[in-house]
Structure formats: C-alpha cells, structure tokens
C-alpha cells in the first residue's frame, strides 16, 4: 500500500458527491454530532461495494443488466424522493432551528446508509480502482483488496467529518436568515434530483 493510493483515494473522497452534499446538509441544518452520524451512514454503505468487488460479486452485477439497472433506478429514485423531501422541508433534513434536537442519529445513518448501497456504480468503481494497487508478489489478493477497501473507509469517514465540522461552523449564519435557508434547501433538493437523474441516465460503462 503506497503513498500513490492515499494520494489517489483522497482526491476521489474529496470530489463533491451525494454523500458529501447529505453530510454537509445534515451539519448545516442539524450541526456537528449529527454530520458525524450522516458521514458514518455514508461510509457503511460503501462496505457492501467493496466486499462486492473483493469477492468478484461486483463483476456479476456490472455484467447483469437486469441486477444493474434495477439497482441503478431505485438508487435513483430514492435520490429524488430525498430532493423532494428536501424542497418540502421534510424527511431526512429539516431546515430549522430544532433540528439538532429532534435528529434521529438511527435514521441519518439509515439514509447515508442508503445513499451509497443503492449505488451499482460504486461496486463497478471498485472493481476497477482497488485491483490496481495490489502487488501480485506480496500474494494474498483477497486480504489486500480488503485492507485497501477498508483504508479507504477510514479515509472516506475522516473526511465526510471535516466536511460535516465545517457546515457546522457556518451552520449559525445560515440558520440566521430566511433567505440563505430557501437558497440552501433549493440547492440541496437540486443536487439530490440533479445526481439521482445523472445516475438514472448513466449506463454499466
């Protein structure tokens, strides 16, 4: 395990995705402690993906289209239920100043959990990614496929939680004005519906 995969591996955590936007959505509106519970959920639900790829399992899923795509649109159509919940000012994020008292940490894990498992394209970035970083002489491909998923775990929690501290910090601000909490929640609706459309739109390639 080199420095090349961490360096790797951190710039694909720090890419903006569904699972950074949900754990800064989450600090923004219901603060720090409740960001970590979101960014816990997200990381567990890449565990199934990784074990995916380690066990091969993944390669099954990208080569079946039915398993695929059925995966693929209710990871989609769940994305958008998130965005419309979001716009109504339901669900999961609550764009208000009791948020961080009536937060369910059961139920943030729950939707960062689901986020990510109802995801087939993270199995298939797996498949791909963690087999370049094993070293066919040091053997043992399963065992260094597994630390590398799991490294990669720890990393993905690590920064999902600077991510979530720093929406926290700005968190007073923003719940100081009307007009700052219509632009967020719009904007968090419309990046929820926007990945869930390109994910319903994206092929097995």
């Known amino acids: 395990m080199g420095l ?4 790797t591996s951190l710039i694909v955590i ?3 995705g569904t699972g950074v936007v949900y754990t800064v959505a989450t600090g923004m509106t219901a603060g720090r402690g409740p960001s970590i519970a979101a960014a816990f959920g997200c990381t567990l639900g890449i565990l199934p993906h990784i074990a995916a790829s380690a066990l091969g399992v993944a390669a099954l899923l990208h080569a079946s289209a039915l398993l695929f795509e059925t995966l693929k649109f209710l990871g989609a159509a769940y994305l958008l239920y998130l965005a ?3 716009l109504k000012d339901s669900g999961p994020l609550r764009f208000d100043d009791e948020t961080a008292e009536r937060a369910s940490i059961l139920r943030l894990v729950r939707t960062g959990f689901l986020i990510n498992i109802l995801n087939p394209k993270l199995s298939a970035f797996f498949l791909a990614f963690l087999p370049h970083f094993v070293d066919p002489a040091a053997g043992g491909a399963l065992g260094q496929m597994v630390m590398l998923g799991l490294v990669f775990m720890a990393m993905t929690f690590a920064v999902f939680i600077v991510y979530g501290a720093f929406a926290a910090v700005i968190r007073a601000r923003v719940l100081a004005s009307a007009r700052a909490m219509r632009w967020l929640r719009r904007t968090v609706a419309l990046a929820f519906a926007g990945f869930g459309l390109r994910l319903a739109l994206e092929g097995r390639t």
């Open 84 to 86: 419309w919940q979001t």
């Open 4 to 7: 090349d995969f961490f360096i």
């Open 14 to 16: 720090l890419i903006p």
